[in-house]
Structures are given as structure tokens and as C-alpha cells.
């Protein structure tokens, strides 16, 4: 198997985000855990203030947003009707 040069969404992201939008689209985001492309480190802070920045900018026009950890499966953040119902990261 040859050795990849840069990082592959969704591949290589930590968590997931999905929102729910009002009208009834659903969108799915992969967290973006690396500064550029050819970055050697991964950091999940990198990607949760990314996702922050999405969040805001959707928040006004979904229903509910929902933030899963990959590796896990597991439920890290749940927003519904503009506030946080869950967060456990």
C-alpha cells in the first residue's frame, strides 16, 4: 500500500459533525484536525474551533447539530434550537 503525502477527510478527522437543517437538508462535516494539508500532527482542538465556526454560522438556519467522536462512536456534543444540550469532550 503506498504512503500518502496529505491528510484524507474522512479518513484521517477525529469526529463528525452533522446538523439538521430547518429546511429539512441534512449536512455532514468531518473535523479538519490539521493546520494544512502536508502538516506532519494532528489536534483535535484545531478541529473543534473549526467547528465553532461552523456551528455559529448554522446555528441561526438547523434544528439540531450533533458532534461524534470517530474512533469512538460516541455523542461529544448536542445542539438543539440555538443551545447546547450535551457536551462531553
Known sequence: ???RKR???PI???SKMIVWFSDSNIK???SL???SGHSRSKDKAIGFQRFQKKITHYIPHAKKIKIYDLASNTLIAHYE???MLLTLH
Do not use: L, N, R, V
Open 12 to 14: 484521517d478527522s477525529h
Open 33 to 35: 484536525d490539521w493546520g
Open 1 to 3: 500500500m503506498p504512503i
Open 7 to 9: 491528510w484524507a477527510i
Open 28 to 30: 455532514t462535516f468531518y
Open 81 to 83: 434550537s440555538g443551545q
